[in-house]
T-cell receptor
Protein backbone atom coordinates (compact mmCIF):
# COMPACT_ATOMS: atom_id res chain seq x y z
CA UNK A 1 0.00 0.00 0.00
CA UNK A 2 1.56 3.24 -1.16
CA UNK A 3 1.57 5.79 1.63
CA UNK A 4 3.13 8.45 -0.59
CA UNK A 5 1.73 8.76 -4.08
CA UNK A 6 2.94 10.66 -7.08
CA UNK A 7 0.19 10.03 -9.57
CA UNK A 8 1.86 11.66 -12.55
CA UNK A 9 4.73 9.52 -13.84
CA UNK A 10 5.82 12.28 -16.18
CA UNK A 11 5.39 15.98 -16.90
CA UNK A 12 6.55 18.18 -19.78
CA UNK A 13 6.88 21.93 -19.40
CA UNK A 14 8.26 24.66 -21.60
CA UNK A 15 11.32 26.54 -20.48
CA UNK A 16 10.41 29.64 -18.50
CA UNK A 17 7.00 28.35 -17.45
CA UNK A 18 5.98 26.98 -14.07
CA UNK A 19 6.39 23.29 -13.26
CA UNK A 20 4.03 21.88 -10.65
CA UNK A 21 4.72 18.44 -9.26
CA UNK A 22 2.13 16.89 -6.98
CA UNK A 23 2.28 14.42 -4.14
CA UNK A 24 -0.44 12.89 -1.98
CA UNK A 25 -0.02 10.96 1.24
CA UNK A 26 -2.33 8.74 3.23
CA UNK A 27 -0.68 8.59 6.64
CA UNK A 28 -1.88 11.51 8.78
CA UNK A 29 1.03 10.91 11.14
CA UNK A 30 3.51 12.23 8.58
CA UNK A 31 4.84 15.59 9.73
CA UNK A 32 7.93 16.14 7.62
CA UNK A 33 8.11 16.16 3.86
CA UNK A 34 10.98 16.36 1.42
CA UNK A 35 11.59 16.57 -2.29
CA UNK A 36 14.55 14.88 -3.90
CA UNK A 37 15.79 15.31 -7.44
CA UNK A 38 17.47 12.54 -9.42
CA UNK A 39 19.49 12.72 -12.62
CA UNK A 40 20.23 9.56 -14.65
CA UNK A 41 23.06 7.42 -13.28
CA UNK A 42 23.19 9.48 -10.09
CA UNK A 43 21.69 9.12 -6.65
CA UNK A 44 18.82 11.35 -5.52
CA UNK A 45 19.83 14.71 -4.08
CA UNK A 46 17.91 16.69 -1.51
CA UNK A 47 16.06 19.68 -2.91
CA UNK A 48 13.71 21.20 -0.34
CA UNK A 49 11.71 20.19 2.72
CA UNK A 50 8.77 21.35 4.79
CA UNK A 51 7.57 20.67 8.29
CA UNK A 52 3.89 20.20 9.02
CA UNK A 53 3.85 23.38 11.11
CA UNK A 54 4.26 25.35 7.89
CA UNK A 55 2.24 25.49 4.72
CA UNK A 56 4.91 26.93 2.48
CA UNK A 57 8.67 26.87 2.15
CA UNK A 58 10.60 28.70 -0.51
CA UNK A 59 14.16 28.36 -1.75
CA UNK A 60 14.99 30.35 -4.82
CA UNK A 61 13.04 29.03 -7.78
CA UNK A 62 11.64 26.17 -5.71
CA UNK A 63 8.59 26.40 -3.46
CA UNK A 64 6.88 23.58 -1.63
CA UNK A 65 3.27 23.95 -0.53
CA UNK A 66 1.64 21.72 2.07
CA UNK A 67 -2.11 21.25 2.50
CA UNK A 68 -2.51 19.09 5.57
CA UNK A 69 -6.25 18.81 5.40
CA UNK A 70 -6.03 17.45 1.88
CA UNK A 71 -2.89 15.44 2.64
CA UNK A 72 -1.32 16.99 -0.40
CA UNK A 73 1.89 18.75 -1.19
CA UNK A 74 3.24 20.26 -4.33
CA UNK A 75 6.56 21.49 -5.64
CA UNK A 76 6.57 24.59 -7.81
CA UNK A 77 9.54 25.45 -9.99
CA UNK A 78 9.50 28.95 -11.45
CA UNK A 79 10.87 29.62 -13.96
CA UNK A 80 11.59 26.11 -15.22
CA UNK A 81 14.97 25.54 -16.85
CA UNK A 82 16.23 22.70 -19.04
CA UNK A 83 18.61 21.70 -16.24
CA UNK A 84 15.59 20.97 -14.06
CA UNK A 85 14.81 17.96 -16.24
CA UNK A 86 15.08 15.03 -13.82
CA UNK A 87 13.01 12.62 -11.76
CA UNK A 88 11.53 14.22 -8.65
CA UNK A 89 10.73 12.12 -5.60
CA UNK A 90 8.42 13.16 -2.81
CA UNK A 91 9.21 11.67 0.62
CA UNK A 92 7.65 11.79 4.07
CA UNK A 93 8.37 10.79 7.64
CA UNK A 94 6.89 11.34 11.10
CA UNK A 95 8.33 12.41 14.39
CA UNK A 96 11.69 12.83 12.70
CA UNK A 97 12.64 9.35 13.76
CA UNK A 98 11.07 7.11 11.18
CA UNK A 99 12.46 6.16 7.81
CA UNK A 100 11.55 8.25 4.82
CA UNK A 101 8.75 6.84 2.67
CA UNK A 102 9.22 7.76 -0.97
CA UNK A 103 6.80 8.13 -3.82
CA UNK A 104 7.54 6.50 -7.16
CA UNK A 105 8.73 9.73 -8.70
CA UNK A 106 7.69 12.09 -11.49
CA UNK A 107 9.89 12.59 -14.52
CA UNK A 108 10.02 16.28 -15.43
CA UNK A 109 11.10 17.31 -18.91
CA UNK A 110 11.71 21.00 -19.48
CA UNK A 111 11.65 21.75 -23.17
CA UNK A 112 13.72 24.62 -24.53
CA UNK B 1 34.38 15.08 0.91
CA UNK B 2 33.86 12.44 -1.77
CA UNK B 3 30.28 11.82 -0.77
CA UNK B 4 28.75 8.39 -0.36
CA UNK B 5 30.74 5.82 -2.31
CA UNK B 6 29.20 2.66 -3.70
CA UNK B 7 30.79 -0.22 -5.51
CA UNK B 8 30.46 -1.73 -7.95
CA UNK B 9 28.52 0.74 -10.10
CA UNK B 10 27.25 -2.09 -12.29
CA UNK B 11 26.95 -5.77 -11.59
CA UNK B 12 25.77 -8.46 -13.97
CA UNK B 13 25.48 -11.93 -12.55
CA UNK B 14 23.70 -15.19 -13.13
CA UNK B 15 20.80 -16.48 -11.12
CA UNK B 16 21.94 -18.36 -8.05
CA UNK B 17 25.18 -16.45 -7.63
CA UNK B 18 26.05 -14.44 -4.55
CA UNK B 19 26.13 -10.68 -4.95
CA UNK B 20 27.78 -8.24 -2.55
CA UNK B 21 27.20 -4.51 -2.78
CA UNK B 22 29.40 -2.13 -0.86
CA UNK B 23 28.94 1.31 0.62
CA UNK B 24 31.18 3.85 2.29
CA UNK B 25 29.13 6.57 4.00
CA UNK B 26 30.21 10.16 4.42
CA UNK B 27 32.70 10.49 7.24
CA UNK B 28 31.01 11.59 10.44
CA UNK B 29 27.56 10.40 9.42
CA UNK B 30 26.15 7.90 11.85
CA UNK B 31 23.05 6.67 10.05
CA UNK B 32 23.18 4.55 6.91
CA UNK B 33 20.36 3.40 4.66
CA UNK B 34 20.02 0.84 1.88
CA UNK B 35 17.33 1.46 -0.74
CA UNK B 36 16.21 -0.39 -3.84
CA UNK B 37 14.70 1.32 -6.85
CA UNK B 38 12.50 -0.50 -9.35
CA UNK B 39 10.02 0.71 -11.93
CA UNK B 40 7.16 -1.07 -10.19
CA UNK B 41 7.82 -0.10 -6.59
CA UNK B 42 9.86 3.07 -6.83
CA UNK B 43 12.39 3.75 -4.08
CA UNK B 44 12.02 1.35 -1.16
CA UNK B 45 13.93 1.33 2.09
CA UNK B 46 15.48 -2.08 2.74
CA UNK B 47 17.32 -1.53 6.02
CA UNK B 48 18.92 1.22 8.03
CA UNK B 49 21.64 1.40 10.64
CA UNK B 50 22.33 3.89 13.37
CA UNK B 51 25.78 3.87 14.93
CA UNK B 52 26.47 0.62 13.05
CA UNK B 53 23.47 -1.13 14.64
CA UNK B 54 20.60 -2.32 12.42
CA UNK B 55 17.48 -0.46 13.53
CA UNK B 56 14.83 -1.54 11.04
CA UNK B 57 15.20 -4.34 8.51
CA UNK B 58 11.51 -4.77 7.81
CA UNK B 59 12.04 -3.72 4.22
CA UNK B 60 14.42 -6.59 3.47
CA UNK B 61 12.40 -8.68 1.04
CA UNK B 62 13.58 -12.15 1.95
CA UNK B 63 16.12 -14.10 3.92
CA UNK B 64 18.25 -14.13 0.80
CA UNK B 65 19.06 -10.51 1.63
CA UNK B 66 21.42 -9.58 4.44
CA UNK B 67 23.24 -6.40 5.41
CA UNK B 68 26.11 -5.67 7.74
CA UNK B 69 27.87 -2.61 9.03
CA UNK B 70 31.06 -3.78 10.74
CA UNK B 71 32.29 -0.23 11.32
CA UNK B 72 31.29 3.38 10.81
CA UNK B 73 32.88 3.58 7.38
CA UNK B 74 31.66 0.47 5.63
CA UNK B 75 28.50 -1.47 4.95
CA UNK B 76 27.58 -4.39 2.70
CA UNK B 77 24.34 -5.66 1.25
CA UNK B 78 24.47 -9.29 0.24
CA UNK B 79 22.05 -11.31 -1.86
CA UNK B 80 22.50 -15.05 -1.78
CA UNK B 81 21.29 -16.66 -3.95
CA UNK B 82 20.38 -13.94 -6.40
CA UNK B 83 17.28 -14.14 -8.61
CA UNK B 84 16.26 -12.22 -11.75
CA UNK B 85 13.61 -10.30 -9.79
CA UNK B 86 16.40 -8.79 -7.68
CA UNK B 87 17.45 -6.76 -10.72
CA UNK B 88 17.22 -3.11 -9.67
CA UNK B 89 19.32 -0.10 -8.73
CA UNK B 90 20.48 -0.27 -5.13
CA UNK B 91 21.27 2.97 -3.34
CA UNK B 92 23.10 3.62 -0.14
CA UNK B 93 22.52 6.87 1.76
CA UNK B 94 23.91 8.37 4.94
CA UNK B 95 22.96 11.17 7.28
CA UNK B 96 24.14 12.89 10.41
CA UNK B 97 22.30 12.26 13.62
CA UNK B 98 19.42 9.97 14.27
CA UNK B 99 16.53 12.12 13.18
CA UNK B 100 15.08 11.34 9.81
CA UNK B 101 14.54 15.01 9.13
CA UNK B 102 18.23 15.30 8.52
CA UNK B 103 19.10 15.43 4.86
CA UNK B 104 20.07 12.04 3.47
CA UNK B 105 22.98 11.97 1.06
CA UNK B 106 22.74 9.26 -1.56
CA UNK B 107 25.46 7.39 -3.37
CA UNK B 108 25.38 6.94 -7.16
CA UNK B 109 23.82 3.51 -6.87
CA UNK B 110 24.70 0.01 -8.05
CA UNK B 111 22.76 -1.25 -11.03
CA UNK B 112 22.29 -4.98 -10.54
CA UNK B 113 21.24 -7.27 -13.35
CA UNK B 114 20.57 -10.91 -12.55
CA UNK B 115 20.26 -13.08 -15.64
Amino acid sequence: DQQVKQNSPSLSVQEGRISILNCDYTNSMFDYFLWYKKYPAEGPTFLISISSIKDKNEDGRFTVFLNKSAKHLSLHIVPSQPGDSAVYFCAASYSGNTPLVFGKGTRLSVIA
Amino acid sequence: DAGVIQSPRHEVTEMGQEVTLRCKPISGHNSLFWYRQTMMRGLELLIYFNNNVPIDDSGMPEDRFSAKMPNASFSTLKIQPSEPRDSAVYFCASTEGQGMDNEQFFGPGTRLTVL
